[in-house]
């Protein structure tokens, strides 16, 4: 089981650490083509704050409503393990 964990992480990893570097990258030039490039930089940082805390919600909302219907029995037959 904590192998399956780690090779997820490890394919998740190199993903959540590019998505800023191509957002700066493919969002930066039109930002800084409308806005002044100081708020550019700044309106792209605090995108890309907004969405790792959402996705953060988002985990631990799933977490805990899986773990209650599970301990509930309310999945069915998916509750057990494959």
Request: net charge positive.
């Amino acid at each position: 089981m904590t192998g399956d964990v780690s090779s997820r992480l490890g394919v998740a990893a190199p993903h959540v650490l590019a998505t800023p570097v191509r957002a700066f990258r493919h969002r930066f030039p039109s930002y800084a083509g409308i806005f002044k490039p100081r708020l550019a930089l700044h309106l792209i940082v605090i995108n890309q704050f907004l969405r790792a805390d959402s996705i953060v919600v988002v985990g631990v909302l799933f977490f805990y409503a899986r773990c209650s219907l599970h301990q509930t029995g309310g999945l069915g037959r998916w509750s057990g393990t494959v």
